[in-house]
């Protein structure tokens, strides 16, 4: 536990210091922001938060993989990953590690948009509905969870950054298309069903809706469990070839 | 300075018949040594010889194909972390974070390795290293040979019993080459230390054991010294006659000389006379050439460097002449001035 913490800890320090980062807040900020006060301003819209959540996520699709792109590319190519797996630490600890700091960056992302609570606190008249709120922040922050686990496998498949997003980004983009089919045949059967429940933005949406489903909890978490256990083994069959 | 007898003291590092396979290439054929506490062992040898693979696999990095090694007592497959605990290892190139302060990536390294007192260790490795001026600046900006320093403190933070160092002094320049050689020769005795370098002089000036390593196997294990008389003669003697002399009769006469060694004719009525330690037989092969009544047209003695000795162990024609072998000859005057 305490290896895992000194990882994600070093991983911090190092996105405070890297311009990829400020680029990627800085965007998230701006883009949130715009649609916040875009929707805020449209008359006869009602204002709610669990619609701008999702919104918000969607930058997420391509920020996460840029976050998660360096974590193992960048070791590898500059070969400190090297000295991380001479020294006494597991190699999970590592992944895991790695991938702790950047969903920590995450929620700091995140919690930038409770800002944006705020403000609605301020001039709403009936008040807050805190449930479907507080549901859609957990889907994101398990969306978050889930999407820097795929891009810290991505990043753990190359030396080049620019690669493990791209891949990261396609990935997604799959994963994310793959609940349209459930639309394209909606009378499929199991093998239908099952694609559908492997897509990832049905899942997203439940959440979004103020709804907790353990089946969206368990996608989301096995997705992530599974991609930092696939990255560990990669970073293992290294010592091999 | 030498070291004492190496069998009263505690070996550290065990290894026995070594060999890695990359896929069905053999980096590593069969590497079997043992070095003792407080010994600077060498690995010398061409480039792509198996030095930097012997390397990682006493790190745990990589696994060996077959043969087994232990460090400290612990073996590096059943005990892997217990045998990084108690190595600090710095790869060839030196990787470090270079976003980070030489502080803050110490400091980080000391807290992975798990050291008790962070503060103190950190600021005693960087002291060992002549970088206390230095916590605050940022890693990507420090010049080579200070990167160098860093990586050289970090292997040591945790004084670890073993102390690895592969080619500690390649990309450097003459200064920062001799400080660099300076500070491993001051970890001599609280660690055993593995340096690996294609640079003869080098192993000459810092080892107490040099490993000849050449295509994945040992080829010789001695002291800078023991090579150099054991195991090809101290010197040798050319000598040209006119080529009318016999070979076989020239190869009689000086064989009876006291201090020869062998007489190998090159053809031409060219010889070269390998000469017994501690033997100086030019005076006699002068005197039994003139008495014979042979004309000699030349004789000029030839030292044995460990450089032709390096060239003699590893001379498979292809890899002497596909690889740098460095002899190092600027360092060498530098050495001279520091």
Redesign the interface.
Known sequence: M??LW??A??EI??YF??PVFWVVATVFMVFSGFLFGFILNSPGQQAEMTQLLSLYSTVMLFAAPVLAMKLLAEEQR????????????NDWQVVWGKWLGALCMFVGLMSLTLAHVAILLRYAEKGMDWGPLLASYLGLFLLGGMLLALGVFTSSLTQNQAIAAFVGIMLIMILWFLSLVNQIFPNGGWFVKSIGYIGLSDHFNNFSQGVIDSRDVIHMVTFTIGSLFLATRILESR??? | MKSQPAQDREVMIQAEHLARYYGPSPALRDITFDAYRGEIVGFLGPNGAGKTTTMRILTGYLPPTSGRASIAGFDIIEQSMEVRRHIGYLPETTPLYTDMTVWSYLDFMARLRGVANRDDAVERAMSRVNLDDRADQVIGQLSKGLRQRVGIAQAVLHDPPVVILDEPTIGLDPRQIQDVRSLIHELKGNHTVIISTHILSEAEQLCDRVLVINRGEIVAAASPEELQTQLAGAQAVRVVLAPSVQPREVEKAFADIEGVAGVASEGDGRYLVKVTANGNPRAAIAQSVVGRGWPLLEMTPIGMSLERIFLELTADADVVDETEIDTDTDAGEEDGDA
């Open positions: 305490r290896n000194t990882i800890r070093r320090a190092s210091t890297s500059t070969g400190t990953l090297e000295v991380l797996m001479t020294a006494p630490v010592r091999w070839r």
